[in-house]
């Protein structure tokens, strides 16, 4: 088997194909959450806070000097991030939560009667034939 046909037989399992929808589909919320708290959430918070741009919170380390470019510690690019993560974070929880309740029911449901063995099915004829009569 070539190295080839071995690697299609390996992304074509239905765990990768899935696994790749998933990884494409998170890509696009951790996007579309980034945008919720850097232009939705963040500047009330920031206004509420006196008008700050978290953002533009910064430590300087080192002055700008002879062309070199200040040293600083972008504090508020992470806190922002923090609470990116919080929201995805509580978000995957909800849907784990929600698959949960709905596994949880499936193994709760009553199992569907068994279906009659070959004797009984053969009796049921029987006794059909007979009524026919």
Same mark, same amino acid.
């Given at each position: 088997?070539?190295?080839? *046909?071995?690697?299609?037989?390996? #992304?074509? %399992?239905?765990?990768?194909?899935?696994?790749?929808?998933?990884?494409?589909?998170?890509?696009?919320?951790?996007?579309?959450?980034?945008?919720?708290? &850097?232009?939705? =959430?963040?500047?009330?918070?920031?206004? =509420?806070?006196?008008?700050?741009?978290?953002?533009? +919170?910064?430590?300087? @380390? !080192?002055?700008? #000097?002879? &062309?070199? $470019?200040?040293? *600083? @510690?972008?504090? &508020?690019?992470?806190? /922002?991030?923090?609470?990116?993560? @919080?929201?995805?974070?509580?978000?995957?929880?909800?849907?784990? !939560? #929600?698959?949960?309740?709905?596994?949880?029911? !499936?193994?709760?449901?009553?199992?569907?009667?068994? #279906?009659?063995?070959? $004797?009984? /099915? =053969? +009796?049921?004829?029987? %006794?059909?034939? =007979?009524?026919? %009569?």
């Amino acid at each position: 088997m070539s190295m080839l *046909t071995e690697f299609k037989d390996f #992304a074509m %399992r239905g765990n990768v194909v899935d696994m790749a929808v998933g990884i494409v589909i998170g890509g696009a919320f951790g996007k579309i959450v980034s945008s919720f708290v &850097g232009d939705v =959430l963040m500047p009330p918070i920031g206004m =509420l806070l006196g008008g700050v741009d978290f953002s533009d +919170l910064v430590i300087t @380390l !080192k002055d700008a #000097a002879d &062309g070199a $470019e200040a040293v *600083t @510690l972008g504090y &508020g690019a992470f806190i /922002q991030t923090v609470i990116d993560f @919080l929201i995805i974070a509580f978000a995957i929880f909800l849907l784990v !939560k #929600a698959m949960n309740t709905v596994i949880k029911k !499936k193994e709760d449901a009553p199992p569907p009667p068994p #279906a009659p063995s070959k $004797e009984e /099915q =053969l +009796l049921t004829e029987i %006794r059909d034939a =007979l009524r026919a %009569r």
